[in-house]
């Protein structure tokens, strides 16, 4: 009997363990589909209190109002802009919605709306032709749409809170002020163009200062009741609850040394490594280098920022790559350098090998053998290297031995493929 209660007991445990390991499944299957709907930042209800549009300001927040557009875009009722672009993973929720959904080009973006970026993701948010924000990695906003300032004569459109970096571009028309407005936890500034384009970037840096450049058009930046206005090629910082520091001229563009302008890199098996370089820029504390497979900088392959003049990269697959550098000093970054453009190809063709081999019996001690290859190759003869001309023509004088003689020829070109040809030439003098 007592082994009967033993095994009936032994039985309970394991149905309670399977019940207990069928409850942890459950719940993992849960965590993993809420995971996927709400992804990972800042809750909405940290950013816009319940029931109206106010903005909650956390230490790397970043506020901007953008001016109205009155082309095409804003036909749709309650559109506010249209996602232009997009890379990797860029997710959306409306203002009436309950789960985050991937976006992609044209996705259209209404009032109260939601976007957020991820690690190595980025976006591009368009109002009309000429105006636009670049989201970058780890970042993310909420638009509301706003009537325009009749009594200011100020088109205001977007509200857009932001984590981290933000870089855009306005242009007016000369019929009113086209406005950015920049609240940072400290500070307030002000970017506007009424003629023509103005290019601006916001960065929360990582001790929570904030950095505001302007590369044109011309911003006010106010904080502790302190106005100082920035120009064009000028940058200022704002620590957290304090003043802002004095205007400071940006770098000088930098100027790229090398590789040359659609340098190509052909390799193998093995992929090459690349040197970057680039001159070295007065005052520069360090430097910012982008490689990208694209000329927009959207699909960055690299975004390093390097003490020296100099960058390697050895990883870098056959393809057309664009890079650009610029200079640092302090916080404030620079305008990007030329860009340039190189290509990485991988090579296993055989290099081309042209030979005209004398007859198979010869009377002459003495030969000369002839041919033509890739101009870049070289080849050998008997394991001899030979000179070419810059046609990839060559000529080798043979000295023929009584009987059997074996003549090898080969091509090898830059990158390791090789062409041998043979000949066999009986010596009978």
Do not use: C
Not at 41 to 68: A, F, M, P, T, Y
Not at 183 to 210: H, L
Not at 257 to 277: C, E, I, S
């Amino acid at each position: 009997m007592s082994g009967l209660r033993i095994k009936s007991f032994s039985i309970r445990i394991a149905e309670a363990l399977f019940a207990l390991l069928l409850v942890l499944a459950s719940f993992g299957v849960i965590m993993t589909l809420v995971n996927n709907l709400f992804p990972s930042g800042s809750g909405l209800g940290n950013i816009l209190s319940e029931g109206d549009s106010q903005v909650v300001s956390r230490e790397q927040d970043i506020l901007i109002s953008v001016g109205d557009f009155e082309a095409g875009l804003l036909d749709m009722e309650g559109l506010a802009a249209v996602m232009d672009s997009t890379e990797r993973s860029v997710k959306r929720k409306p203002h009436d919605g309950f789960a985050w959904t991937p976006v992609s080009k044209g996705t259209a973006l209404f009032d109260k709306d939601a976007v957020q970026t991820f690690k190595g993701s980025s976006a591009e948010i368009v109002f009309d032709e000429n105006n636009r924000l670049t989201m970058g990695e780890s970042s993310l906003i909420i638009i509301q749409r706003m009537e325009q300032d009749v009594f200011l004569n100020e088109r205001r459109s977007l509200v857009v809170v932001v984590d981290g970096e933000l870089s855009g571009k306005i242009v007016g028309d000369g019929s009113g002020e086209m406005l950015v407005e920049v609240s940072t936890p400290s500070s307030i500034a002000k970017i506007g163009s009424r003629a023509g384009a103005a290019e601006f970037s916001i960065k929360v840096n990582p001790d929570k200062s904030s950095t505001v450049t302007v590369f044109s058009g011309v911003a006010e930046l106010e904080a502790l009741g302190e106005k100082i206005v920035i120009e064009a090629n000028q940058s200022a910082t704002v620590e957290q609850g304090g003043a802002p520091r004095e205007v400071k001229k940006l770098p000088q563009a930098v100027a790229p040394k090398a590789p040359l302008h659609k340098k190509r890199f052909n390799y193998r098996d093995l992929v090459p490594q690349v040197n970057f370089g680039w001159n070295k820029v007065a005052d520069a504390t360090d430097y910012r280098i982008q490689v990208a497979r694209d000329p927009g900088f959207n699909q960055l392959i690299a975004d390093e920022v390097v003490v020296q003049p100099g960058f390697t990269h050895g990883n870098l697959r056959s393809g057309e790559y664009f890079w650009r550098v610029k200079a640092i000093r302090d916080w404030a970054e620079g305008p990007f350098g030329e860009t340039r453009q190189l290509f990485v190809e991988q090579d296993r063709l055989p290099p081309e090998l042209q030979v005209a081999f004398p007859g198979k019996v010869s009377q002459q001690s003495q030969l000369t053998l002839s041919g033509r290859s890739e101009a870049r190759a070289s080849v050998f003869v008997d394991g001899n290297a030979v000179a070419m001309d810059a046609n990839g023509g060559f000529s080798h004088q043979l000295q023929l031995e009584q009987g059997v003689n074996v003549l090898v020829v080969e091509a090898v070109d830059a990158v390791g493929n090789v062409t041998y040809k043979t000949h066999m030439v009986y010596g009978k003098f």
